[in-house]
């Protein structure tokens, strides 16, 4: 367990780091979103010690990163995938990490292996690709078996192959019972990988829930109806207060839906004798529901419309939260 107690870190008049309390748990994906700047790299930094807070304290399992007899047993991080010696072999690398940690030789071989590095052990990091690189720092993370491990953007530079890897290699790590905190900017990738997310904007926790939650709580969730009198469905619809959204590319039988349940929905048409030809739940993506999070707290970006027509209902209007 990672636990941030008023954790708060600032950079002369920057804060980047603002009061965050929290707990990353054990036996789950915890996912560590925010827009660029927000403050996920520093906040990996205190956890593993590489940088000092200003306030408030980051503990692993109760105990500070600093205070650990053999960090690499407790935590293995990934945070700069380019944090070896371009001259050294992989295997040097991890042969050095390995002996200042008391871990035995042989664990370099396993690991290795695990990445698919094993036939490279001996060229320098220097002549690795990006990909590679990022192989050996998931390596380097694994090599003391630890029970809390961090990955900051993972899956970085690896082709499609090595994404699907390191997705179901962090899903095992947790399934055995790891603590696992992993920030990226792939919504999709994360939306398939993490139970949990925790989101910042601007220095400052917004959101630390389950991913069912957060993309529940989005104002695009909506219901698809298919109807042949979608005149009389829209009208009672309208009557009993739901917002029934226009589309101009919505087919002519077709309604949309926002902030109602199936159930409700079903229930209206029967009362009102329209006969439905379809009724089904079209649930946001956690793009979507990110976006809407984070829209005030986007420090360096241009205004550019939001992703698959987000931008053409009115924020949070027909959303849960
Ligand atoms: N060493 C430093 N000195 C001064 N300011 C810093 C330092 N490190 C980070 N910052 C500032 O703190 C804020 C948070 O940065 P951080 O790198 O943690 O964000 P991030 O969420 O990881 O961003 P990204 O998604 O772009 O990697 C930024 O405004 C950054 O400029």
Known sequence: ???????????????????????????????????????????MRLITGLDTPTGGRALIDGTPYAQLSHPLREVGALLDARAGHPGRSARGHLLGMARSNGIPAGRVRE??????????????????????????GIAAALLGDPRVLLFDEPVNGLDPDGVRWVRELIRSLASEGRTVFVSSHLM??????????VVIGRGRILVDEPVETVIAGSSRNALRVRTPEPALLRAELRAAGLTVEERPEAAPDELIVLGAGLEEVGALAFRSGVPLHELSLRRAS???????????SVE??????????????????????
Do not use: C, W
């Open 1 to 43: 367990m990672i636990t941030l107690d008023r954790l708060t870190k600032r950079y002369g008049e920057k804060t980047a780091v603002s009061d965050f309390s929290l707990q990353i748990r054990p036996g789950r994906v915890t996912g560590f979103l925010g827009p660029n700047g927000a403050g996920k790299s520093t906040t």
């Open 286 to 296: 956690l793009e979507q529901a990110y976006m809407e999070l984070t829209a005030g």
């Open 111 to 136: 690991v290795l292996e695990t990445v698919g590095l094993a036939e490279v052990a001996g060229r320098r990091i220097g002549t690795f690709s990006l990909g590679m690189g990022q192989r050996l």
């Open 188 to 197: 999709s990738e994360m939306q398939d990988t993490a139970d949990h997310l």
């Open 300 to 321: 360096y970006g241009v205004a550019a419309p939001a992703p698959d027509g987000a931008d053409d209902v009115v924020r949070g209007k027909a959303g849960t939260r």
